[in-house]
């Protein structure tokens, strides 16, 4: 077991109808408040608005961009993607940026990936949106390209959707960036976890998910020979709202528009839902906590809701 580590997953876009310039100093003063206390900071692959409840100008943040400047200006926190779509960039390019990036961070890069799935994102961008068994084709191949690039000189790999002949990557990442993949798609994307994955993720849902989507991750490892407690566990908190009163934390929970599963609650509350997936065996929390560009809640997890759980762990 590793120590109970914690990242704050980043909105992506303004959810008070702020401007650009404004939600970036939004996201500053947060980092400026809570970066003692967490590992990392994690970052959407989204290009636009998808959302309903989204409008069509919002400002959106594109994510390896974003990546590398908060790696930059925080450089006491690991960054990584929660996860980049591989359908967005060419392999063996995504392959050199992560290593390139790994580089200028001193190995700080957490390289998520998983297979897409914004049907109109895709098509506004021009982007081919295949089904989602050549998604997931095309996602394995990219981690086939992506570990050779990074571990072979010169990497060549033809498969059926990319290719790539004598590619170098120089200098070859070191260490290796763990590969994180998302989602938990029973045939073939825990599949994928089980063959080429150093971490899993799945954003949301419920503890009794978590371990059901685990009970299927172990009959895949055991299938390709893989050992299951090789594979970091982690899982995505997509909406807590905090508080120190139940009350104060459903008013908070009622304004947002994230509404995946909300964790609600005072702090004892909250660890109390989160402690069961830390039970399965998850060892890295991705939060979001849903009143920013307040910090009031997410300083509060960090004071009282942590170190229960780190306490607990």
């Not at 069961?276 to 009143?291: A, M, Q, T």
Request: charged share 20%.
């Amino acid at each position: 077991m590793h120590d109970l580590r914690f990242g704050w997953h980043i909105p992506s876009f303004p959810v008070d109808g702020s401007d650009g310039a404004t939600f970036v100093a939004q996201i500053h003063h947060t980092l400026r408040t809570i970066h003692p206390y967490f590992n990392s900071i994690w970052v959407d692959d989204h290009l636009m608005p998808w959302a309903k409840w989204q409008s069509n100008d919002t400002p959106y943040l594109e994510c390896v961009t974003t990546m590398t400047y908060l790696a930059a200006m925080y450089p006491t926190l690991d960054i990584g993607a929660s996860v980049l779509c591989q359908s967005y960039r060419n392999p063996a390019l995504l392959a050199k940026m992560a290593a390139n990036l790994q580089l200028l961070t001193g190995g700080r890069l957490l390289f998520g990936i998983g297979a897409g799935w914004a049907e109109e994102e895709y098509h506004a961008y021009d982007y081919a949106f295949p089904g989602a068994a050549t998604r997931l084709a095309q996602l394995e191949e990219t981690l086939q390209i992506v570990r050779r690039m990074w571990t072979e000189s010169p990497a060549s790999f033809d498969g059926g959707h990319y290719r790539i002949e004598n590619a170098y990557c120089e200098p070859r990442p070191y260490p290796v960036p763990p590969v994180m993949i998302g989602g938990g798609g029973e045939r073939r994307t825990l599949r994928l976890v089980a063959q080429y994955a150093d971490w899993w993720n799945i954003p949301g849902g419920t503890a009794a998910n978590y371990a059901h989507k685990l009970d299927v991750l172990r009959k895949h490892c055991a299938d390709v020979g893989r050992d299951h407690d090789s594979i970091l566990k982690t899982w995505s908190a997509e909406a807590i709202a905090v508080a120190p009163t139940e009350t104060e934390a459903r008013r908070i929970a009622d304004a947002s528009p994230y509404d995946n599963n909300p964790i609600i609650g005072t702090p004892e509350q909250v660890a109390d839902q989160l402690q069961p997936f830390l039970d399965l065996g998850v060892e890295y929390l991705i939060v979001r906590v849903v009143d920013f560009p307040d910090t009031a809640g997410i300083e509060l997890f960090a004071r009282d809701v942590m170190p229960r759980l780190k306490g607990a762990s």
